[in-house]
């Protein structure tokens, strides 16, 4: 079908869905050349300011061209499609050449020309065709790769209200809204030249930094007017210092692993003096050793030598070992292997039963293993033995005392343990940022990032890795944006992507250009990497530009370097084979069966991957890509890992992890590869939630941003030996998940431990922002009434200053399929329901907690529920109070939400509740309607300004 063809249909077609076929066609044809229909023509392209591959530009004889290998090719555009783009080419033209101007710093009255026909192309395709921000543009703006930058020509946009959305929702339309952005006004962009003078050593260090992105000595001395040698001869070990042969500042040198670095100062060549200055300022900075009663030694730790826990067990023998007592204990494979036997019987039964020896539960308690004792009921099923376990509870508790006292009691021991755990974990400083150390020259001068802002800007490009742990409203995607650029502005980094949410692309994209309006930038979209196109996409990526903004789903279909995961499986390998080798040499008779069964199943994985003939992508490498970002890298956190010691211990993530944690995993892994001779790993990940749901977490992100550096080098690069040097795990007491009282046994990891230690490792490579830090970097807001004023903070807090529980009475009817519920939970074989399991019962329960209807949609509304009735009061009474400033509430609700297949919605009769209490049902939105970023976009402008007030959404943040 050609257009002229779509022509001779359009009475058998709706206006919406011609529109959408015609667009369609539009953007599927608009590449393609007239030359074989239309006699050529001379023509000439002349408004191409900005312009790059992919870009289009309106040519002499109006038509629109597109640049395609350095030629301009004509296109097939035409009707309101080719009207919006003309007018779009000359905004960015105008745009740009006035970024340009600004720039380069030419005469002011051209400049004030260019702002002129800028501020004139701005007001006539506004007045025609609407903002820039309105959805029917930016379908055509986003077909030119350049055009991303028109969205940072508006401020505060408002989609408003359409008369077709007013009448279907009863309300008055509201026009669209926004503010123009400062370029319309003043000058944003002011010409940055490198100084060419200092006055003192200190100002030659800044423009060092903000110049070259590190100590140039040659740059310094420059500035100064002084030899390189004199300068180092003046300032070496007070301003500069030589890291590993790397010239750096005072508080780089007194970063990092501060112990290593003093332990190599011997071998350094350093003369008395500048040795004295280097461990003067490497003391400063150095940790003070912790005493022993400051340590918490687990039994079962990883760190300590297995010749203590040896002591340990011959003490408890009290002298009672004969000559075929045998008392071996080694860790392998991350796991204690001990060999005991002919032990004591006194010990065996005092610390222990016959059923369960001291012997027997000591390994279970070093390896942090549960407890419990299961059985076999007469009907073959697995039951727990609760006085059995009961009594190893109980025993679990004695050997912990004994351990306890052993330490207290053995002065060797603590100093031994004492020295070792200094020496591993106590050894490190973060890097603290100065003031004022990043000038942002390229930046949007209308905007000044805070302190808390540039300190975190310095410490990525700094350290070449960050995680931005940051709360909500404290700017992280400015910072983001500005260590990418200065990444690449420094000649750090070459192409920086930076991983939004799918349905944040674009907001971020005009985030960033607000912030630097002049760079060019990539903006991926999904279908941009789809398996069709997806090669010719990621060529155009390779040759684009230095920094690209990609959806999540699209970063999936890029690969990571095929290697990564071979080299991974092979250093497991090796480590299982020293494993092996040491139990060999040890003489001791250790079973070493799992360890075996280990290495064959990382080989025949290894083989699955050498006979792997599937066409590769290009990969990461492969695309020039040297530094990664992740915004709400909360995703990542369920990360793959293989564990012994915590088999069925609650608290934890799932082992089997997330395809998209491990996929970033190798992708780290592969740059970690690549920037090895770099400037550092090159990964940046921001959330304000990393640690949420399970302590693990912690570990996680380490291995993201610091496995070689912490983990290897401290010995805690595996999962069990990190848990047994921070974290706690504890068996206790619970009530049953069947309810009726009952109490069973659970294994859980509770708490850390050590955290002074693992809070210094953290540190290095975490940047926080807590809540009321953010509060203190804040301007407060002033309210004048007469001659009072008051100041209050910009982030209103929370009212009653912590979140407010509302009990909710049980209905008789929900009571009793609780009580039906415990009795299908206590032995599924009698269950009335097929396939009774415990996740159906979980399910079960929580749709009866909110509405019975979820399980039976006839039942009355009287004996369904009270939960749906009390939300409505709640937020109907907050509704009618707010309703003079146009207040806004949300409703989380995972549960019952609007469908077309009979099942009751929880959404519809909570809306109809609030209707009948007053709520205005065009208020009312259920945030799942809204399913394209563009369509999410309106609601969010929408619940900004109060046109919809009530909002119901599940908690998945994909909304």
Not at 3 to 23: D, E, M, Y
Not at 182 to 209: G, H, Y
Request: proline share 4%.
């Amino acid at each position: 079908m050609v257009l002229s063809q779509l022509k001779a249909i359009k009475p058998f077609l709706s206006n919406s869905f011609q529109h959408r076929v015609r667009f369609v066609l539009l953007c599927f044809t608009h590449q393609l050349t007239n030359k074989q229909n239309k006699p050529t023509q001379p023509f000439v392209v002349s408004e191409t300011a900005g312009a790059k591959n992919g870009s289009f530009a309106v040519g002499s004889d109006k038509e629109i061209y597109q640049l395609q290998a350095d030629s301009w090719v004509s296109t097939d555009f035409s009707g309101k499609a080719k009207e919006r783009l003309t007018g779009l080419c000359g905004l960015r033209h105008s745009l740009m050449s006035l970024l340009n101007a600004e720039q380069t710093n030419i005469d002011e009255t051209l400049m004030e020309e260019i702002r002129k026909q800028l501020n004139e192309r701005y007001d006539l395709f506004t007045t025609k065709y609407g903002f820039i921000s309105d959805s029917a543009n930016q379908r055509v703006c986003k077909l030119d790769p350049t055009n991303y930058n028109l969205l940072s020509l508006e401020r505060d946009y408002s989609a408003g209200v359409t008369p077709t959305q007013a009448k279907k929702l009863g309300v008055s339309a509201v026009k669209p809204s926004c503010g123009k952005a400062e370029i319309f006004t003043q000058r944003v962009m002011i010409p940055w030249v490198a100084p060419k003078s200092a006055e003192n050593i200190q100002d030659a260090l800044l423009a060092s930094l903000n110049v070259h992105g590190r100590v140039d000595l040659n740059y310094c001395a420059e500035l100064l007017g002084t030899p390189v040698n004199s300068l180092v001869a003046q300032s070496e070990g007070e301003l500069i210092f030589n890291d590993h042969g790397n010239w750096v500042t005072k508080n780089v040198f007194q970063s990092g692993d501060i112990k290593t670095k003093v332990s190599q100062l011997e071998t350094c060549g350093y003369t008395d003096q500048l040795k004295s200055q280097y461990q003067s300022a490497l003391n400063e900075a150095l940790p003070l050793d912790v005493q022993f009663e400051d340590i918490q030694v687990g039994l079962g730790a990883a760190w300590v030598p297995a010749s203590v826990y040896e002591e340990f067990i011959n003490t408890l023998c009290d002298g009672k070992i004969n000559s075929y007592t045998k008392i071996e204990i080694m860790y392998l494979n991350n796991e204690w292997h001990l060999n005991l036997s002919c032990l004591p019987h006194s010990l065996e039964t005092s610390l222990g039963d016959n059923n369960y020896p001291f012997s027997k539960l000591i390994k279970r308690l070093m390896n942090g293993r549960g407890t419990e004792v299961l059985v076999t009921d007469p009907n073959g099923k697995r039951v727990i033995d609760k006085e059995s376990s009961l009594n190893n509870e109980l025993n679990s508790g004695l050997i912990a005392s004994e351990w306890d006292n052993f330490l207290e009691n053995n002065i060797n021991v603590q100093n031994q343990l004492c020295q070792i755990f200094n020496e591993k974990f106590n050894r490190y400083s973060p890097l603290k940022a100065l003031d004022n150390m990043m000038l942002l020259p390229d930046s949007n001068q209308s905007i000044q990032l805070r302190e808390h802002q540039l300190k975190a800007v310095y410490r990525g490009v700094t350290e070449g890795r960050l995680l931005l742990n940051h709360v909500v409203g404290a700017g992280k995607s400015y910072t983001i944006a500005a260590i990418a650029h200065e990444l690449v502005r420094l000649g750090l980094k070459k192409r920086c992507v930076i991983v939004v949410p799918n349905h944040l692309t674009s907001q971020f994209a005009g985030q960033y250009l607000t912030l630097y309006p002049a760079d060019q930038i990539t903006v991926l979209s999904p279908d941009e990497l789809s398996p069709k196109v997806r090669q010719a996409s990621l060529l155009r990526l390779k040759t684009g530009s230095s920094i690209v903004i990609c959806p999540e789903s699209s970063f999936a279909s890029i690969s990571p370097d095929c290697d990564v995961e071979k080299s991974v499986i092979e250093s497991e390998i090796c480590k299982l084979d020293q494993a092996l080798s040491d139990v060999d040499q040890s003489g001791k008779r250790f079973t070493v069966k799992n360890i075996e069964n280990r290495k064959a199943n990382l080989e025949s994985r290894l083989l699955e991957l050498a006979n792997d003939h599937r066409k590769k992508e290009l990969s990461i490498s492969d695309l020039g890509i040297d530094a990664l970002f992740c915004d709400e890298a909360h995703s990542l956190k369920n990360l793959a890992y293989d564990s012994t010691r915590l088999t069925n211990v609650k608290g934890t993530n799932t082992p089997t992890g997330s395809k998209r944690a491990f996929d970033w995993y190798l992708k780290v892994k592969s740059l970690r590869a690549s920037n090895s001779k770099g400037n550092g790993l090159g990964v940046y990940l921001s959330t304000g939630t990393p640690i949420a749901n399970s302590l693990l977490e912690v570990f996680t992100f380490s291995r993201y941003l610091a496995e070689d550096e912490v983990l290897e080098n401290s010995g805690i690069n595996h999962i069990d030996t990190w848990v047994s040097a921070f974290a706690d795990i504890k068996s206790d007491f619970e009530i049953s998940a069947t309810g009726s009282g009952t109490f069973k046994p659970v294994t859980r990891l509770r708490a850390f431990k050590n955290l002074s230690q693992l809070k210094s490792q953290w540190s290095l490579f975490t940047d926080s922002v807590t809540a009321k830090e953010l509060l203190g970097y804040l301007p407060k807001l002033e309210k004048v009434d007469g001659n009072t004023t008051q100041y209050f903070d910009a982030i209103p807090r929370i009212t009653g200053g912590k979140a407010q529980q509302i009990i909710v009475e049980p209905t008789e009817l929900q009571l009793d399929f609780a009580k039906s519920l415990v009795e299908r939970a206590s032995n599924f074989k009698s269950s009335k329901v097929a396939n009774d399991n415990m996740l159906l019962v979980m399910n079960h329960a929580r749709k009866s907690s909110i509405d019975m209807r979820l399980l039976n949609p006839n039942l009355p509304p009287e004996v369904s529920g009270n939960k749906i009735p009390a939300t409505a009061k709640v937020v109907a009474k907050k509704y009618h109070e707010t309703t003079s400033i146009r207040g806004t509430q949300i409703i989380f609700l995972d549960l019952g939400v609007e469908n077309k297949d009979g099942r009751h919605s929880v959404y519809s009769d909570l809306k109809k509740q609030l209707r009948s209490l007053g709520v205005q049902e065009s208020e009312i939105a259920f945030a799942q309607s809204y399913k394209t970023p563009i369509a999410k976009s309106e609601l969010y402008s929408k619940l900004n300004q109060g046109i919809i007030r009530v909002v119901i959404a599940s908690t998945n943040p994909s909304w």
